[in-house]
């Protein structure tokens, strides 16, 4: 089983590139973004919950979010893999995947890291915001605050994986072929 985590900051281009590895890898597509966006469109307790969290920038709490990611990938047993998109957060949630993965006797087979520079997440999340409407994509605050969490917060993670040997990092500007070639040279390697 393939299962690649795709990591980087708000606006790296983890949902372009996601699709492509989708298609190319026949994999199911976790986003916790858009496990989020499901739930609070539909209104429920849970979705509430997430978006008051994620209109203000930070990040929905630990056990809400494994919660959902387990139920997900509890659903697609017949999965040729997963891409794990947004997730894990915390060093908290890397732990509780690799124990999931575990139970399913799998693991994460490789982490891929976006790498993009500050300002150039700045100008494609307002782009984004003007385009699609997502208010977390139109307040320069609230970017800020979201690109700042990721800094902060999330640095342990590419920690956690770097120390099983499983974090590679790719350049996250240029044109889109080109950093899904970057990404698939780096599966083809350890598949």
């Known amino acids: 089983m393939l299962n ?4 980087g900051p708000p606006g790296a281009g983890k949902g372009t590139q996601s699709e492509k590895l ?22 429920t307790e849970l979705g509430t919950l997430a978006k008051s969290y994620m209109d ?14 387990e139920s997900e990938v509890n659903k697609n047993n017949d999965a040729n893999g997963f891409i794990f998109d947004g997730f894990p957060r915390t060093k908290v949630q890397a732990e509780a995947l690799d124990n999931l993965l575990k139970s399913k006797s799998t693991s994460i087979t490789i982490m891929l890291a976006l790498e993009v520079e500050e300002e150039e997440l700045k ?27 990721y800094n902060n917060e999330t640095s342990p993670v590419k ?22 070639n970057s990404l698939c040279k780096e ?5």
Do not use: C, W
């Open 4 to 7: 690649i985590i795709l990591f």
């Open 22 to 43: 989708i298609e190319k890898y026949k994999l199911k597509h976790l986003s916790t973004g858009d496990i989020f966006r499901a739930n609070i469109k539909g209104a």
């Open 56 to 69: 203000k920038g930070q990040l929905v709490p630990d056990e809400v979010t494994i919660g959902m990611l």
């Open 123 to 149: 100008k494609r999340l307002l782009l984004r915001g003007k385009d699609s409407g997502r208010a977390d994509d139109q307040n320069p605050d609230v970017i800020q605050k979201r690109i700042d969490v």
């Open 159 to 180: 920690d956690y994986f770097t120390a099983q040997g499983k974090y590679k990092g790719i350049h996250g500007i240029g044109e889109i072929n080109e950093i899904f």
């Open 187 to 191: 599966i083809d390697a350890v598949k």
